[in-house]
């Protein structure tokens, strides 16, 4: 038991050092091009960007700026995927239902997210238009991932629920949902990755403020590079944070959860 508890922290520790040692080759490799170009307008070195976040998080606003996206990409990715959960389990389960689901869905697909934001921007808020954005493109993901889930359940399975006239309701918590989990998890990381980018972009169109989005372009405008590089990094930093959290949270749901057995 200690040995094997021995062998995993020493590879935890292997693989924190290798993941350290990554991204300091692409921080290095990031100053030397600054250095190289040698003009903050262009490329504003790491720690120049370090200092531009420092400075941003010295105002109020920047704690807006971040919160109120926050609760947009949360709102938009949260009501896709119950959507998503809810809409793709009856749409992989009733054939009727996935005929009218798969037009609007393939549609929402092929557009453009340039095309949905401006679209979205003539009938609603701009406040609101990236919260609605961010559902409307992270919804096909989640309803895709789940039709599928649904569609790779063990037939077998199936087959011996529907001899023993197990109740549906149990055929459902106990067989179909333990199938979807992986796409759902799957569709869940898809839709906080692209929820971040839909939804700073639609910020920008949008003129939504406050907002990171709008922090963004005004950076952009007044050719502050540096900002414009802290409020990436930012970006990066939030999204990879999230996402951290959110495996974390799956992870340990896991382990304390159990499967019912068909009764």
């Not at 995993?8 to 290798?18: A, D, G, L, R, V």
């Not at 300091?24 to 091009?33: I, K």
């Not at 569609?151 to 149990?170: G, P, W």
């Not at 067989?175 to 799957?186: D, E, M, N, R, T």
Request: charged share 10%; aromatic share 12%.
């Amino acid at each position: 038991m200690k040995i094997s508890t021995f062998l995993e922290n020493n590879q935890n520790k292997t693989k924190w050092i290798s993941k350290i040692g990554v991204a300091f080759f692409w921080v290095l490799l990031w100053a030397l091009a600054a250095r190289w170009v040698d003009s903050p307008l262009v490329l504003p070195s790491p720690l120049k960007t370090l200092k531009g976040v420092i400075t941003l998080a010295g105002d109020f606003e920047f704690f807006v700026s971040i919160g109120v996206t926050l609760l947009r990409v949360f709102g938009g990715v949260f009501i896709s995927v119950v959507l998503g959960l809810v809409l793709g389990l009856a749409g992989g389960l009733n054939k009727p239902f996935y005929g009218i689901m798969n037009p609007f869905v393939s549609t929402i697909k092929s557009l453009p997210v340039v095309s949905v934001i401006i679209l979205i921007n003539l009938w609603i808020a701009s406040g609101l238009v990236p919260l609605v954005v961010t559902f409307l493109v992270c919804f096909p993901v989640t309803w895709t991932n789940v039709v599928q889930g649904v569609r790779s359940t063990d037939h077998k399975l199936l087959q011996m629920a529907k001899i023993y006239n197990v109740e549906q309701s149990k055929i459902i918590r106990d067989i179909y949902v333990p199938s979807i989990k992986p796409y759902a998890v799957s569709a869940l990381m898809s839709a906080i990755g692209l929820g971040w980018k839909v939804t700073v972009t639609a910020e920008v169109l949008a003129n939504a403020l406050p907002s990171i989005g709008m922090n963004l372009y005004y950076a952009k405008i007044y050719l502050e590079t540096d900002l414009l590089f802290s409020w990436t990094l930012v970006i990066v930093i939030c999204s990879l944070a999230i996402e951290k959290m959110t495996l974390y949270v799956i992870g340990n749901r896991q382990k304390g959860g159990s499967q019912c057995p068909l009764s």
